[in-house]
């Protein structure tokens, strides 16, 4: 695997972390010597809503019981890209206006996907990835970790992510056209920001030296052309939260990445109308299926046609053109609706609250190691570009990844050659061996251990503090929560060294009841 990456690194040098979410999807990007023609793969895009249940749900994200849905800022939507060898090998890639991916999700889709196509699409060739909006419906993954605020499993919110994810691959799928990829990447500087700058500071000053910035400020694009249509898709990878709507907000919502989505979409669907219209040619001509197939004489057919008396008083100009009309009229009629899609990749702690964290009572920067205000984390907030208006944060930090894609895609120009290809695996995370340097020189290997969350975990974020007397950087935990703690489990000494310095709060990689809490290899074949 790793030489997969490494692969595909030395080609586009993607960050490590990025790389994580190629793995299962990925074109093996090996440069290939035989020049393949223009149009090298079948492309196929999709897009199907997935808003689900817009009233009396808790929301995914801040983990805030009291967050339920009351209606819709905007839809959200599953957007699928399906790349294929023509009787070779095929991936698909899906990215929802979702907190997350959820493995029930993908276990659900698959058998879907199964019943209809056979072995075309299973768990080694299906990536499915969310753009972690803090404003859908909850509820849809398995673990209790991730569905204590809302009381449980949806049954609501689970359909229409299985419902949706389905028929947008049903869409990709049914599109599939002889088409090619181009990629590109840049730097958009404004649209996330560290959130925990105090923690980075932490990392030795060798490794922070490596790096232009606190966080990765690099997007990457994928555009699609298709053979007849000409450009019918995107997708980029860049990282920043889904968390320009507040903890507060309960309006369903696909924050600034879903938004950034409709801005593109729109801006090519106003932009292709406009020039239908105009007849400009910014957007490659579309050739009716009709006459592609004898190419010679096409340009003559379309003489002929426009050749047609204008009825008079009137000037024959290409736009009232016989020839452009019936292209149009059949342009229309099947021509693939444009998707483009925003997706996450290494957020960990980027925020799009790029104004910095303040109190909200005083007004003041919030203390630096612990985003706290007077000693409590509850007032401590980020701000957004609108703030203090969060609608206008997420349109502001929709519009600057949106135009930023406009550029990329508008600018692309290195065409994906080689084979697709793809690898999927699961990695038990629980007992992972790991080789690191001793103080003194050498190396030693060390096992990771079940997860458990700390007592800063419960703190949360500028992005969405959490409640109590939690603190970030907290490394001694508290003796009420450490009760409150043991009612649940008490870690035992070797969990709990394996975690220090972080104290333990919930020691959920060992917590099985009424299930399993954290993510289990047990579940998984
Ligand atoms: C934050 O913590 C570091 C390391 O303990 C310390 O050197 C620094 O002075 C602290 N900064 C502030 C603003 O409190």
Not at 24 to 48: A, E, F, H
Not at 74 to 89: D, M, T
Not at 355 to 377: E, M, Q, R, W
Request: aromatic share 10%; hydrophobic share 35%.
């Amino acid at each position: 695997m790793m030489e997969l990456l490494a692969s595909i690194g030395c080609h586009f040098r993607i960050p490590l972390k990025t790389m994580w979410l190629w793995i299962s999807l990925v074109l093996v990007l090996q440069y290939s010597k035989t020049v393949l023609s223009d149009s090298n793969y079948l492309i196929g895009m999709g897009s199907y809503d997935i808003t689900g249940p817009a009233a009396d749900v808790n929301m995914m994200g801040y983990a805030n019981t009291e967050q339920i849905a009351s209606g819709i800022h905007f839809r959200l939507r599953a957007r699928s890209f399906i790349v294929a060898e023509p009787q070779g090998k095929r991936v698909v890639f899906v990215n929802l206006d979702a907190c997350m991916a959820s493995q029930l999700v993908t276990i659900k889709v698959l058998e879907r996907l199964k019943a209809r196509y056979g072995n075309l699409y299973t768990e080694q060739n299906v990536a499915i990835s969310g753009i972690h909006t803090h404003a859908g419906p909850g509820g849809y993954l398995q673990y209790v970790v991730y569905i204590v605020t809302s009381l449980g499993f949806v049954r609501q919110s689970f359909d229409a992510l299985v419902d949706g994810i389905e028929k947008s691959i049903v869409q990709a799928h049914e599109n599939l056209q002889p088409g090619s990829i181009f990629v590109n990447k840049g730097e958009l500087l404004d649209a996330g920001v560290n959130r925990s700058p105090s923690a980075y500071l932490n990392n030795p000053a060798s490794e922070r030296s490596k790096y232009k910035y606190n966080v990765d400020k690099e997007m990457t694009l994928l555009k699609f052309v298709d053979d007849q249509w000409g450009p019918v898709g995107s997708f980029n990878w860049f990282a920043t939260h889904g968390t320009s709507m507040s903890r507060t907000n309960s309006l369903i919502s696909g924050d600034n990445k879903g938004a950034a989505a409709r801005f593109m979409e729109d801006w090519f669907e106003q932009n292709s109308a406009k020039s239908d219209e105009l007849g400009t040619d910014e957007i490659p001509r579309r050739v009716s299926s009709i006459i592609s197939s004898i190419h010679n004489n096409h340009h003559e057919l379309l003489e002929l046609a426009s050749s047609f008396q204008s009825s008079p008083g009137k000037r024959a100009t290409r736009v009232s053109s016989a020839a452009r009309r019936v292209r149009s009229a059949l342009r229309q009629a099947d021509k693939p609706g444009f998707v483009s899609a925003f997706c996450q990749t290494n957020c960990g702690d980027v925020s799009p609250n790029v104004l910095g964290a303040f109190c909200i009572d005083t007004g003041v920067p919030c203390d630096f190691n612990h985003s706290t205000c007077g000693g409590k984390n509850e007032l401590c907030y980020g701000r957004g570009p609108g703030y203090p208006d969060e609608f206008e944060s997420t349109r502001i930090i929709g519009e600057r990844q949106f135009n930023k894609a406009v550029d990329l895609f508008n600018t692309a120009s290195e065409q994906l050659k080689g084979k697709v290809d793809y690898r999927h695996s699961y990695v038990d995370f629980s007992q992972l061996e790991v080789t690191i340097p001793k103080e003194g020189g050498g190396s030693e290997v060390v096992k990771t251990c079940p997860a458990a969350m700390g007592f800063a975990f419960a703190a949360g974020t500028t992005d969405g503090p959490g409640a109590f007397d939690f603190k970030q950087g907290d490394d001694k935990g508290n003796p009420f929560w450490r009760l409150v703690r043991n009612l649940l489990k008490t870690p035992d000494k070797k969990q709990v060294e394996c975690h220090s310095p972080k104290p333990i709060l919930l020691d959920t990689g060992e917590m099985k009841q009424p299930y399993d809490w954290a993510v289990s290899c047990n579940n998984i074949s």
